[in-house]
């Protein structure tokens, strides 16, 4: 871009990952400081969360290179990267940020940020959940000690000092190792060569990692092979996994409307789950209506159900992102632009944000997964129990993974081809 302008380069990650084996304790993280949060705040977060997701998916879906492909991103991970680069943005930079992300009024945003990052990373969970945050600064590069402090206190963001000046490589890998660290692995070179070079003055980065398995478990002698009905409309052979009723000996959340199926599976410590939205028809007419409000609708429709038949195909896959010419798009072009104004960071405007990158993994099988469960599906009729129930995910569908107490999206994707890498 310009030579004679420091590069911002944020680099945003995700990662969830399969469970396959029992409980795993998360190691004890810091703190943050919460003090001022309320439920309302927390709401206000996540629906801000929320809305992004769908604003999200629906510009990625609009987009030709994706129009056939599986889909997969943390709505999380992205919004609290560029939540800790809204801290340091100020004048019409800041607004665009904050109007693309929904971000509510700063004084809400950063209690209640502290409060959601502090409810995922808690320890004694039946499943293993946990978020980090982390900030790379050029060694000799003057940045406001404020704004250090407060992504710090309120994100958990520390900063290392590293030398992209002259040793940009050794850099990089400093960074993508973090990233695999926090991730067990499953993210790996997150930040390819030639992103990072001797203009760049700060990285930041998110990372989260899920593993949890389902309260009930599908048996693997019942996995067979099922015809699944991609979204070409060919048909591919896929290892379907199924349970019934009388193997699972409980009932599940579930509603359906005229356009879509919704199927609640909870994790292990019933604290997450992913919710299924299956259309009834094409998956693009489903596709076009999504938004917060639909999720919440769907949610508050969910009731407990003797669902007589479960089929769900095993999957695994990951995405890459470059993201800056969609979050231009989406209303925030400044940022990226020689007009940018980053002086909550140094207290100049020498700093725009060069690159934004996410990455991701999913994986479900019998034992448990790592990938989708928060949506609210409006049901046709809940007063009284709906009878033979199947739910059968031969074709494409959207999968959510949300903490069910405030619904907020850690994960969205959809599956077009579980064959698909």
């Known amino acids: 871009m310009r030579s004679s302008i420091w590069l911002l380069a944020v680099s945003l990650i995700l990662v969830s990952v399969i469970s396959i084996s029992g409980c795993i304790n998360v190691s004890p993280t810091v703190v ?212 019934t009723h009388d193997q699972a000996d409980i009932n599940f959340n579930y509603t359906e409307t005229d356009e879509a199926q919704v199927l609640e599976l909870p994790y292990s410590g019933n604290e997450l789950s992913m919710l299924i939205i299956l259309p009834k028809s094409d998956l693009s007419s489903l596709e076009s209506s999504l938004s917060s409000d639909k999720l919440k609708e769907w949610r508050s429709n969910l009731t407990s159900e003797k669902v007589d038949q479960i089929y769900l195909p095993k999957f695994k896959f990951d995405t890459k992102y470059f993201m800056a010419d969609t979050l231009s798009a989406m209303g925030m072009p400044t940022a990226f632009s020689s007009g940018a104004d980053f002086s909550g960071m140094d207290g100049t405007k020498s700093l725009f944000i060069s690159s934004v990158i996410h990455q991701a993994f999913v994986e479900v099988n019998e034992e448990g997964t790592e990938a989708a469960a928060a949506t609210a599906v409006i049901v046709g009729e809940t007063a ?22 405030t619904g907020n999206i850690l994960f969205l994707g959809r599956v077009t081809n579980p064959l698909a890498q």
């Open 32 to 243: 943050l400081n919460d003090t001022g949060a309320t439920q309302e705040g927390v709401s206000a977060v996540v629906n801000a969360n929320n809305q992004f997701a769908f604003d999200l998916y629906s510009k990625l879906m609009n987009n030709p290179a994706n129009t056939e492909k599986n889909m997969f991103f943390s709505p999380y991970s992205i919004s609290t990267a560029l939540a800790m680069t809204y801290e340091g943005a100020k004048g019409q930079t800041a607004e665009e940020i904050k109007n693309v992300f929904h971000f509510p009024e700063t004084r809400t945003l950063r209690p209640n940020s502290a409060r959601i990052y502090n409810e995922i990373n808690k320890e004694d969970k039946e499943y293993q959940l946990s978020t980090a945050n982390a900030l790379w600064a050029q060694k000799d590069y003057q940045f406001l000690d404020d704004y250090f402090t407060s992504v710090e206190k309120y994100y958990g963001g520390k900063v290392t000092n590293l030398d992209f000046k002259t040793d940009t490589e050794n850099s990089r890998v400093t960074i993508n190792k973090w990233v695999e660290d926090q991730t067990n692995d499953r993210i790996k070179d997150l930040i390819p060569q030639g992103v990072i070079d001797p203009l760049t003055r700060l990285v930041l980065t998110n990372a989260i990692y899920f593993k949890g398995d389902w309260v009930k478990q599908f048996d693997k002698k019942d996995t067979q092979e099922r015809d699944f009905t991609t979204s070409t409309g060919n048909t591919v052979k896929a290892q379907m996994m199924s349970l």
């Open 384 to 405: 009284a129990p709906i009878q033979n129930i199947i739910f059968n995910a031969d074709h494409p569908f959207l999968f959510i993974i949300q903490q069910r107490d």
